[in-house]
């Protein structure tokens, strides 16, 4: 194949912007591990972190590869290949979910490691069984509900932090986000024969050291975490995990649902912009990856990242995954990823994640029918909710308190609405996706498949997958909704009977 066609001008942007990403997620996983946790230095460093890289360098392999297949088998020269990435919901539920309670509660370390790999084998498993059923199933859901739930996603989990993070840092966050916008979405480039993913950092990085915001000292102390740490082989700690592993497995359920309706999502992100990726190789895929990243000591899935349209945007072919992903491994072998985000500052890279969110949320504006607009917003509630809860229950955790300590009264007296944001946002992207179903069938006038809508929706939260903090069956905060999705059920039953017997005249 073509140098052309496996790198371009674009995959440099790219190539920056999706590393960040991952960069920022094998950070935080450092971070949370070492501070949180408390798990012992050698363990995150010369165990969990090469098998985090390898992971995500296993994945962009596969990507990579179909991608140049398509390209060939096609003969198109504008393929953009998946993006790719660590799971990052996953990163916090394992975290505080799995290994935070078990290890303080065992104060092993090794126990807790591998009950956490048990945990990933069965998020990559739900991957791998559901890759035969992933592309009748994305047919099943109209193209709109799809994009419009990637779209919440991308807004809210990929986008708003960085913006947040660009107002933190104005004097350089303004000019990188103008240079975006005159480069990626003006007609007038500015610079133009320099690179603008380029340009970016080196603007970015120049006018961060200028005004004082990085320090020279995290440069020295980053370097402390040289050093050499190949991936091993830890099946045995996976094996030895397994008989003590069911009591913290709920969890793995319902993300792992959710991980494989990311997959979904993103690949007919994908189809939309043009590349046809087969679903069903694509998510077997992230599966067998994050099946080797575990038995290397990897507790973290990975996943089709958000932004392929994005990246497409920028004119990046099938090279920036593929550089993503060596990048990654090397990173995580040498434990560089701290210096070098103590060199280039995140708020000169921020601004790359908002175009890719703001691209994301165009794309479904461009392939939306105008009378099915309103679906896009409703799938955004449950995004939004899961944002601000998380951020609430963050806040209120450093204050050393919780919402039930406050009281929930208090808080709906200030305006808070404590308890419609524990609703509405846990489980978000199935219900983002649910009440997607409903509203579009409800506007499309197909009340029978508005009726399986909300039936699914019913059995979900039944068992605590949506609307509740934690699984289980038909728990006393879940049956409000039960009894209310049963409701929407007999009413969409009872309009397509009416409908049936006096149809409707336009």
């Known amino acids: 194949m073509e140098n052309g066609i496996l790198w371009k001008k674009g995959d440099w942007a790219a190539f920056f912007g999706l590393l960040v990403n991952?960069?920022?997620n094998l950070l935080t996983m450092i971070a949370l591990l070492l501070f949180v946790v408390g798990l012992?230095?050698?363990?995150?460093?010369?165990?969990i972190a090469p098998a985090f890289g390898l992971a995500v360098f296993a994945a962009s392999m596969f990507y990579g590869y179909f991608a140049i297949?398509?390209?060939k088998a096609s003969g198109r020269t504008d393929v953009t290949a998946l993006p790719s990435g660590p799971s990052a919901p996953s990163i916090f539920t394992v975290t505080f979910l799995v290994l935070l309670p078990v290890y303080q509660t065992t104060k092993n370390a090794e126990f807790a490691f591998q009950i956490a790999l048990v945990w990933c084998f069965l998020e990559a498993m739900i991957l791998v069984v559901g890759s035969f059923l992933g592309e009748k199933i994305r047919t099943m859901i109209?193209?709109?509900v799809l994009l419009s739930c990637l779209a919440g996603l991308g807004l809210m989990l990929l986008a708003m932090n960085p913006m947040l993070q660009s107002f933190q840092a104005p004097t350089v966050a303004f000019v990188v986000l103008a240079i975006i916008l005159m480069n990626w979405f003006g007609r007038a480039p500015f610079l133009a024969r320099i690179p603008t993913g380029l340009?970016?950092?080196v603007v970015g990085s120049a006018l961060a050291w200028l005004f004082g915001l990085q320090n020279?000292?995290?440069?020295?102390?980053a370097m402390n975490n040289f050093g050499f740490n190949p991936p091993g082989v830890h099946v045995n700690d996976f094996l030895s995990g397994l008989p003590n592993a069911l009591p913290y497995l709920a969890s793995a359920v319902p993300l792992g649902l959710a991980n494989y309706i990311f997959d979904l999502e993103n690949i007919e992100s994908a189809h939309a912009a043009g590349d046809a990726y087969p679903t069903r190789k694509v998510m077997f895929a992230n599966g067998i990856s994050?099946?080797?990243?575990c038995f290397c000591g990897n507790p973290f899935p990975v996943t089709v990242y958000v932004g392929h349209p994005g990246w497409k945007a920028l004119g990046a072919s099938i090279g920036y995954t593929m550089a993503t992903g060596t990048a990654m491994l090397l990173i995580s072998l040498f434990g560089a990823g701290a210096f070098l985000l103590a060199v280039i500052p995140i708020y000169a890279l921020a601004p790359i994640l908002i175009f890719i969110g703001i691209v994301t949320c165009n794309q479904v504006v461009r392939e939306t029918p105008k009378n099915e607009v309103p679906v896009i917003f409703i799938c955004f509630f449950p995004w939004i909710a899961n944002w601000c809860l998380t951020l609430i229950n963050n806040a209120l955790g450093v204050a050393g308190t919780s919402a039930a300590k406050l009281g929930f009264d208090m808080l709906e007296k200030k305006g808070v609405y404590y308890m419609g944001l524990l609703h509405l946002g846990n489980g978000a992207p199935i219900a983002s996706m649910l009440w997607g179903c409903i509203a579009i069938f409800a506007i499309r006038n197909d009340m029978m498949k508005a009726a399986i809508s909300a039936a699914v929706a019913l059995l979900l939260v039944l068992f605590g997958f949506i609307h509740t903090p934690t699984v289980g069956f038909a728990q006393p905060l879940a049956m409000k909704f039960v009894y209310a999705y049963g409701m929407l059920v007999a009413l969409f039953l009872y309009r397509a009977l009416v409908e049936k017997t006096e149809p409707i005249k336009d």
């Not at 012992?40 to 165990?47: E, L, Q, S, W």
């Not at 020279?216 to 102390?221: A, G, L, S, V």
């Not at 994050?290 to 990243?293: A, E, K, N």
């Open 22 to 24: 991952n960069l920022t």
């Open 40 to 47: 012992p230095k050698d363990m995150v460093y010369g165990r």
């Open 69 to 71: 297949h398509l390209a």
């Open 142 to 144: 109209p193209r709109t």
């Open 199 to 201: 340009l970016l950092i």
């Open 216 to 221: 020279p000292e995290e440069i020295t102390k």
């Open 290 to 293: 994050s099946i080797l990243g």
